[in-house]
């Protein structure tokens, strides 16, 4: 038997269902860092759903407690972030964002990279 689960719109940020740990491992030597990399990626893809400043309906879903315009949060939410967004060995995640623009399959596998060595 399969339940039906909600539906949800074409805009939305908030899902029920992860992709798969992407089992993406911190490159040596590690040269992304939140200022080179992780800042510019939350801004580009995450923060029009994912921010503290974003109420309300103007979230799309997103969870009130799931924001990435601090540092400690992207680092407490990591891997939810990789399970909705990463890339690496085990495969490519691309439920998040759901609208344009979205990041490249090498964007996203940095990305799990910079997650894997703990953000820094």
Same mark, same amino acid.
Not at 22 to 47: D, E, I, R
Not at 52 to 58: E, Y
Not at 80 to 108: F, Q
């Given at each position: 038997?399969?339940?039906?689960?909600?539906?949800?719109?074409?805009?939305?940020?908030?899902?029920?269902?992860?992709? *798969?740990?992407?089992?993406?491992?911190?490159?040596?030597?590690?040269?992304?860092?939140? #200022?080179?990399? $992780?800042? /510019?990626?939350?801004?580009?893809?995450?923060?029009?759903?994912?921010?503290?400043?974003?109420?309300?309906?103007?979230?799309?879903?997103?969870?009130?407690?799931?924001?990435?315009? *601090?540092?400690?949060?992207?680092?407490?939410?990591?891997?939810?972030?990789?399970?909705? #967004?990463?890339? $690496?060995? /085990?495969?490519?995640?691309?439920?998040?964002?759901?609208?344009?623009?979205?990041?490249?399959?090498?964007?996203?596998?940095?990305?799990?990279?910079?997650?894997?060595?703990?953000?820094?």
């Amino acid at each position: 038997i399969v339940a039906a689960l909600p539906t949800v719109g074409a805009m939305s940020c908030h899902h029920e269902h992860a992709g *798969v740990p992407t089992q993406a491992v911190c490159p040596t030597p590690q040269t992304l860092t939140y #200022a080179n990399f $992780g800042q /510019a990626f939350m801004q580009s893809y995450c923060l029009r759903c994912h921010s503290s400043s974003v109420q309300g309906g103007a979230r799309n879903g997103a969870p009130s407690d799931h924001n990435y315009d *601090v540092l400690s949060d992207i680092r407490s939410l990591a891997d939810h972030i990789d399970l909705h #967004a990463g890339s $690496g060995p /085990a495969g490519t995640n691309e439920e998040m964002p759901e609208g344009d623009p979205k990041p490249t399959v090498a964007e996203r596998a940095k990305l799990s990279q910079w997650l894997a060595c703990g953000a820094p």
